[in-house]
């Protein structure tokens, strides 16, 4: 059971009115129903990019041989929408709301590369191997993104699926330290005038976020992981 407050003034005597909402829905209809909310209809798209790339050393003996693995890796991950999803944008109270506040229809690209090269050093121990890793690449239509006001004039994107997941990891090798770091659209936030997207004349708006993080890798392995998040949201008017 939701509860809504409402504040009715009659004359000089403030009279105080409380019901019962059958359900959140109900409630929200009731919020909706301010006579000085706004609203407005978007054909909304999505086009992004993130990128993890990896570049570390591990070492370890083997016999009278130190052998040292150098791993160069790349992931990248495009996301485009196929066709428009219909939003309707809702202000009230000085606060926008977003329904639906996803992006449907939305085609992600995932290609992944690199090389392992392992060298042998001691006495007798000389060998180098080099291996040039098989370009791979994996496609998911129809997928379904969630974002929000994360706050005034700023929108952002939940947590998602990892779109790279089923992609091989021995080669290139992902160690331990490298896989927790899994960048997506929710590591960068979007900034957008909620003003503009209810005046008549402004046809269309796009936010646009990015973010790039370096994490060092220190010990064994020792190297860099970096992360980079490009994407771009746009509301054009119906």
């Known amino acids: 059971m939701h509860m809504l407050r409402v504040m009715g003034i009659r004359g000089r005597i403030g009279v105080l009115i409380t019901f019962a909402c059958a359900s959140a829905l109900a409630c929200a209809q009731a919020v909706e129903a301010d006579p000085e909310a706004v609203s407005a209809r978007f054909n909304v798209t999505l086009s992004g990019q993130f ?42 109270a000085g606060r926008t709301r977003y329904s639906p506040a996803v992006v449907r229809f939305v085609t992600v690209r995932a290609t992944q590369g690199g090389s392992v090269t392992t060298t042998e050093r001691g006495l007798g121990c000389g060998r180098r191997v080099h291996v040039d890793c098989v370009k791979l690449r994996r496609t998911l239509a129809n997928q379904t993104l969630a974002f929000f006001r994360s706050r005034r004039n700023e929108v952002s994107f939940r947590r998602t699926r990892d779109f790279g997941s089923g992609l091989p990891t021995t080669c290139p090798l992902e160690a331990l330290e490298v896989r927790v770091e899994r960048p997506g659209l929710h590591d960068a936030e979007g900034e957008l005038s909620e003003q503009d997207l209810f005046r008549q004349g402004i ?12 994490t060092d890798l220190e010990g064994d392995p020792d190297g860099k992981v970096i992360a980079r998040v490009n994407w771009s949201l746009t509301f054009r008017r119906r």
């Open 51 to 92: 990128t993890k790339s990896w570049d570390y050393v591990t070492t370890r003996v083997e016999g009278e041989c130190t052998v040292t693995t150098h791993v160069v890796g790349s992931r990248v991950v495009t996301l485009r929408s196929s066709r428009p999803t219909i939003v309707t944008a809702t202000s009230s």
């Open 203 to 214: 046809r269309f708006q796009t936010a646009s976020g990015s973010s790039v993080e370096t």
